[in-house]
């Protein structure tokens, strides 16, 4: 037995019940894994937003990413980074019903968890780092670019950060002044929000914006954006508007087919990257797994000051 959080019927994250579940145990081409953390990341709360309009069946399960030990494989089974054995510590994203103590998922979506990374952060690497590896890909990043990161404090903010230093790329990020620290630690020239944004990104960036993400959806962000950015093919949002898609600029990530196919294959490159601790995930606060309401209102709050975890 497990215990699991499930949505019973439609509605927001006030309809989460927790429940005692069996685990199937895993066919050809599955895993079963002890989970040991679980990423909460806002998608989690959006998808139970938008199930009824999408005619997702009921009960609904909650949680994309987790991180944790193998239990059980499969017949004649391995994880998607090779190899794989009980007992192995994993990740395993894009999956659905994360917030468990015991799940059973596709091998397809299972890696082998980095040793630089503790639980808590392994299973907060892969959305967030996907959608970064996405925002660098859609803009097409070099080493010669220097890119705008607005809101560059949040998880995908800080994502983007190290993937852009990864490629040699320079860096400006917007944030509010008490994170300016974090992101000196990853390598960008950080910029205070407010009125006159637009002049101090150009003051930071002395050879001029070449691409732009955002990450924080503001009318100053959008602003500054079209200000400073000549082809607006090279900006892409996470927070997409109808001002944004006026200006023509890009939205990835959710439920976008190419995202998600994207953000699969960025997988075992971003696992790659963070056992070479090149690629950290500041976790701000862990919860028990039967305080994932508490949880949600945190991240649904915008502020939690880095990623957060439930514990099972």
């Known amino acids: 037995m497990a215990v699991k959080w499930i949505a019973p019927e439609y509605g927001g994250i006030e309809v989460l019940t927790l429940v005692e579940a069996e685990v199937p145990p895993p066919a050809a081409g599955q895993v079963t894994i002890d989970v040991r953390a679980a990423g909460v990341n806002p998608a989690d709360y959006k998808h139970l937003a938008a199930a009824r309009a999408a005619g997702r069946p009921l009960p609904l399960g909650i949680g994309y990413e987790v991180a944790g030990v193998v239990s059980a494989l499969g017949p004649d089974t391995t994880i998607a980074s090779g190899g794989g054995a009980v007992g192995d510590p994993v990740v395993a994203f894009r999956i659905q019903g994360g917030y468990a103590s015991r799940v059973t998922v596709p091998a397809k979506d299972v890696f082998a968890k980095p040793g630089a990374l503790d639980f808590p952060a392994a299973a907060n690497l892969l959305l967030a780092g996907a959608t970064a590896a996405e925002a660098l890909h859609v803009t097409k990043v070099t080493r010669d670019d220097t890119v705008l990161v607005h809101g560059a404090s949040g998880a995908v903010g800080v994502s983007v950060l190290q993937q852009a230093r990864v490629i040699g790329a320079t860096v400006v990020g917007t944030a509010s002044e008490h994170n300016f620290d974090l992101l000196r630690r990853f390598g960008a020239n950080p910029v205070a929000y407010g009125p006159g944004l637009t002049g101090r990104i150009r003051a930071a960036a002395s050879r001029g914006v070449t691409a732009v993400v955002d990450t924080a959806g503001t009318d100053d962000a959008l602003d500054s954006t079209v ?71 945190l991240v649904r709050t915008g502020h939690p000051g880095g990623k957060v975890a439930l514990i099972p």
């Open 227 to 297: 200000d400073l950015l000549a082809d607006r093919s090279r900006a892409v949002t996470i927070v997409p508007s109808d001002r944004s898609r006026q200006a023509g600029i890009t939205a990835i990530g959710g439920t976008l087919p190419a995202s998600a196919a994207f953000r699969d294959a960025a997988r075992a490159r971003l696992v790659t990257l963070a056992a070479e601790g090149r690629l950290l995930v500041p976790v701000a606060r862990t919860f028990p797994l039967d305080k994932a309401i508490e949880a949600l209102e």
